[in-house]
């Protein structure tokens, strides 16, 4: 029985209410940036009513990018799709072989291979990015794709979720499939994947957000600016010493890098809510 109580009712539209403008004000106030010329964009205070500039600061910012030595911010948007999107498919491949491997085969150490897997969640970022950083050098992988996105696929969590999904199975299920011959990727390709779509799909849009979201890996490993992503790129977009911010482009390129997650979000909603539902059971 749901208690009815207009006060807590109140209280709780308040609350979501005032979280909603939390949260967008900030975007709406980038978007009216977005919308100026470069001088009205410079008035104290900034009017918070938007303008006509937005096609025109979104152009300029895709065809040319922003300062001298800056790439086309198209091109900084293909290269954080061809990172956020290699590191989604490379972390969800390894995680679940890796987790499948767990589970199927029986093997000494097995749970002592997981927790030492796991147990990487506790170190860091901070404690592994430059040992990661120096392998990524001696590798010759700087200022290349396979350095955005190899050392990133790798991931305890995603290992944990696949490996508790895969537990849930019946064992009835798996001693089936060894009766009757099934070879371990026969298994997993035509029983295991199939029963894995609704997980795939939620790992994929945490995981694409998390690979386009990227900001200190690629500052850390590229230096020519053809292979730049955009949300690092835009930090370079921000002038340092006296020179000059071009602020309405800056958030033109900013709403520019919203697009690619949100359109994942809208396009996989429901079965990535039913893949977060999914792994709770």
């Known amino acids: 029985m749901i208690e009815n109580r207009r006060g807590l009712t109140i209280f709780s539209h308040t609350m979501l209410i005032l979280g909603i403008v939390v949260i967008l004000f900030p975007l709406y106030v980038a978007f009216v940036a977005a919308t100026l010329d470069n001088n009205a964009v410079f008035e104290t205070p900034m009017t918070l009513i938007p303008g006509t500039h937005l096609l025109e600061n979104m152009k300029n910012i895709w065809a040319n990018g922003v300062g001298v030595n800056s790439a086309p911010f198209w091109?900084?948007?293909?290269?954080?799709?061809?990172?956020?999107?290699?590191?989604?498919?490379?972390?969800?491949a390894v995680s679940m072989l890796s987790a499948f491997a767990i589970v199927w085969f029986r093997f000494p150490l097995r749970n002592l291979f997981f927790w030492m897997i796991f147990i990487t969640l506790m170190?860091?970022?901070?404690?592994?990015?430059?040992?990661?950083?120096?392998?990524?050098?001696?590798?010759?992988?700087?200022?290349?794709y396979a350095g955005l996105t190899l050392p990133l696929m790798a991931s305890a969590t995603a290992t944990f979720l696949f490996r508790q999904f895969f537990m849930t199975l019946p064992d009835e299920l798996i001693e089936a499939a060894r009766i009757d011959g099934a070879s371990p990727m026969r298994f997993f390709r035509d029983i295991v994947l199939p029963l894995s779509k609704t997980n795939l799909a939620a790992l994929f849009v945490i995981t694409f957000i998390y690979g386009w979201n990227q900001y200190l890996w690629p500052l850390l490993i590229i230096t020519d600016v053809n292979l730049g992503t955009a949300v690092a790129g835009i930090k370079g977009m921000i002038a340092t010493g006296e020179g000059t911010t071009l602020w309405n482009q800056v958030m033109a390129a900013m709403l520019l890098t919203l697009i690619p997650p949100v359109v994942i979000v809208l396009a996989m909603q429901r079965a990535f809510v039913r893949g977060l539902v999914d792994s709770e059971k």
């Open 123 to 144: 170190l860091p970022v901070e404690v592994r990015i430059f040992p990661t950083v120096e392998v990524i050098a001696n590798l010759n992988m700087l200022d290349s």
């Open 75 to 92: 091109l900084m948007m293909l290269n954080s799709f061809i990172m956020a999107f290699g590191i989604t498919v490379g972390k969800i």
